[in-house]
């Protein structure tokens, strides 16, 4: 199946970020049908699988913000105007969940209760709102990843969870793939992928991910610009086709692209799997 690209950089590319704490959710408030029209031109390219822009729509990330709005606000628009976009009968609604706090930082502040309290709420407002599945996405933190897992095995939830490692092949709190893949295993996910990681990265971990039952990815396509400090494109669309012929074997469930893509990548990686995969 195609996933979705970017949702965040393009927001900021097209001018529409000015929040770093709210990141791409900013525009579910002031920016609605620039989000719808993300979602639909990422279905125009040929998208199976559309995220909800609710990467940052955590209890925990409207906590830290100052705007007088709710997560159940949030995740409400955000999921309204994926339904909208999309045709239910050919795509599939994926809750975003992100980690609670900077997924890039090994830095923490919250505690397990807190983070507790924040993905429990997280997942069921996505859930009670129309989500398929709930999509985990750039988790790097071991006990966070077991947590996500936990919740959404205890309720029969349909999940995957797709990680972020370093370019050492970590987890950021130093754990290693093998260890974070034989954990979620035992939680029996849809899926496990990693998102947000390097063609470099990816190309060091393709072998050990693309064991499992079902795995998937989408790669980094960015880079920021020294200048703006926006995220710009960095591995254009034929460069990421190549990777994605390289990568296809009978476990593979889902490609996208992450940071810096655009429409583009999602169109050619429709082409490739269509290719390889005639109807």
């Keep these: 199946m195609v996933l979705n690209g970017a949702m965040g950089s393009l927001l900021q590319q097209k001018g529409f970020i000015e929040d770093d704490e709210f990141w791409s959710a900013r525009a579910l408030l002031d920016n609605e049908e620039v989000v719808y029209n993300i979602h639909f031109e990422y279905i125009n390219a040929g998208a199976d699988i559309i995220t909800t822009n609710t990467f940052r729509t955590n209890p925990a990330a409207v906590k830290r913000s100052s705007l007088n709005i709710t997560s159940t606000e949030l995740v409400k628009n955000a999921v309204r105007i994926a339904k909208n976009a999309i045709d239910k009968d050919l795509c599939v609604l994926a ?61 029969n939830i349909e999940f995957t969870i797709n990680l972020y490692l370093d370019n050492n092949l970590k987890l950021l709190n130093g754990e290693s793939l093998s260890s974070a893949i034989k954990l979620i295993s035992e939680y029996s996910p849809t899926a496990i992928g990693v998102n947000c990681v390097s063609p470099n990265v ?9 064991e ?3 795995w998937g990815y989408y790669l980094n396509c960015g880079v920021e610009n020294s200048k ?48 390889f995969y005639p109807n």
């Design 95 to 155: 809750g975003s969940n992100a980690p609670a706090e900077d997924c890039y930082s090994k830095a923490r502040i919250l505690s397990s209760k807190e983070l507790e309290y924040n993905h429990k709420n997280h997942i069921n407002l996505l859930l009670e709102n129309g989500t398929d599945v709930i999509w985990n996405e750039t988790f790097s933190h071991f006990d966070e990843i077991e947590l996500v897992c936990s919740i959404c095995s205890e309720q």
């Design 228 to 275: 703006s400090n926006n995220i710009i494109t960095d591995v254009n669309p034929n460069e990421y086709s190549i990777i994605v012929k390289e990568s296809f074997n009978k476990n593979l469930l889902y490609i996208g692209s992450c940071c810096g893509s655009y429409f583009a990548h999602t169109k050619i990686i429709r082409e490739t799997v269509d290719e």
């Design 212 to 214: 499992q039952k079902y």
């Design 202 to 210: 990816f190309s060091r971990i393709r072998s050990e991910i693309s």
